[in-house]
C-alpha cells in the first residue's frame, strides 16, 4: 500500500515549522527522522495533508549541560544519543538504553523527538524519561512551554503537546551521586518490538534504597510508573525479601492487554523477570 497524496515543505527555522502548523490547523505532521511516520503513512493509519519537514533545522541537533539538566535538541539521532560523552556521563540510563533502539539503519536516522512525539507505548524512551522524571520542551506560538514528564503522556499515542506546538528539546536531570540505574527488555529478536521492557533508576545509601522509580514499556497504552513496586522498596534494604515483595507488587501496578508479542500474564511474567534481574545487577553492583 502507499500513502495518500499529501503536500510537502521544509521548514528552515523552528518560528516558520510553526507558522505552518498553525497555517494548517491539525492537518499537517512534523517530518523529522520518518522511521515511524512514513510506515504509518504507507499503511494508511495516518493521513495528513501536509508534510512539513524540520529535518534541517540545526539547533534542534545539540546535545548540552544546562544546570542541572542534560537538554537534548529533538532532531538529535539515535546514534548521536548513543555515541555522546555527555549522555554516558550524566544520563547513564539512556544510554543503557539506546543499543535496544531497533537496528542500526533506524538509529541513523530516527530521532529523540519523534520517538517522545509519536508516544509509542512499546518504545525505549518514554519510559526512560518517566523513570529519571524529565522534562519535555514544546514551543507554540505564544512561546516555549515545559512539561512535566508525567503530564506529558496521555494515552495511546497521545501526548500534551497542542496541534500548533512542536517538541522541541527534552531535559534530563543529571545524575547524582547514589543514583544507580538499570534498563533491560525482552523481545524475540534484538531490535523488534520488546515483549516488555523496564527503566529502573535507584537512589541507594549502602544497601538501603532511599528512592525507586520503575517505569516499564510495552505494558500500557504508555509507559507505566509501577508505584507500588516502588512502594515496597522504599526504605528497605535491597535484599532478597525486598525484590520478592516489588515482584509480587507488580500484579497490582500492571494489567496489560495482551498483543501480538505476549498474553496479559506472560507480561507480568515477565515483567517480574525483568525486575528481579534489574535489582539483582543493582545489589552486585552497589
Not at 509480587?248 to 525483568?274: E, F, M, W, Y
Amino acid at each position: 500500500m502507499k500513502a495518500a497524496a499529501f503536500d510537502y515543505t521544509r521548514a528552515t527555522s523552528v518560528e516558520a515549522a510553526i507558522a505552518l502548523l498553525s497555517q494548517h490547523a491539525g492537518s499537517a505532521q512534523i517530518l523529522a527522522g520518518g522511521q515511524s511516520l512514513m510506515a504509518m503513512m504507507n499503511l494508511r493509519l495516518a493521513q495528513p495533508e501536509m508534510l512539513i519537514d524540520i529535518s534541517g533545522i540545526d539547533s534542534l541537533k545539540s546535545i548540552t549541560v544546562e544546570g542541572q539538566a542534560l537538554r537534548i535538541g529533538a532532531l538529535v539521532t539515535h546514534h548521536a544519543v548513543l555515541t555522546s560523552d555527555l549522555v554516558s556521563r550524566h544520563v547513564p540510563l539512556l544510554a543503557q538504553a539506546v543499543p535496544h533502539v531497533a537496528h542500526l539503519a533506524i538509529r541513523n536516522v530516527g530521532t529523540i523527538g519523534g520517538s517522545l512525539a509519536l508516544a509509542d507505548p512499546a518504545a525505549e524512551y518514554p519510559a526512560v524519561a518517566l523513570a529519571l522524571g524529565a522534562t519535555i520542551v514544546a514551543q507554540g506560538p505564544k512561546g516555549q512551554r515545559r512539561i512535566a514528564i508525567g503530564e506529558y503522556f496521555q494515552g495511546l499515542y497521545q501526548t500534551a503537546l497542542q496541534p500548533d506546538e512542536l517538541l522541541v528539546a527534552v531535559e534530563f536531570p543529571l545524575a547524582q551521586a547514589g543514583q544507580v540505574f538499570h534498563f533491560d527488555e525482552l523481545s524475540r529478536r534484538r531490535g523488534d518490538y520488546a515483549m516488555v521492557g523496564l527503566a529502573c533508576a535507584l537512589r541507594l545509601q549502602g544497601q538501603q534504597v532511599q528512592d525507586a522509580r520503575l517505569a516499564y514499556l510495552a505494558v500500557g497504552d504508555g509507559p507505566v510508573l509501577a508505584t507500588q513496586a516502588m512502594a515496597a522498596l522504599q526504605g528497605k534494604s535491597l535484599d532478597a525479601a525486598a525484590i520478592q515483595a516489588a515482584q509480587q507488587a507488580l500484579s497490582r501496578d500492571l494489567s496489560p492487554n495482551g498483543d501480538l508479542q505476549a498474553d496479559p500474564a506472560t507480561k507480568i511474567h515477565l515483567a517480574r523477570v525483568l525486575l528481579g534481574r534489574a535489582l539483582n545487577a543493582l545489589r552486585s553492583a552497589s
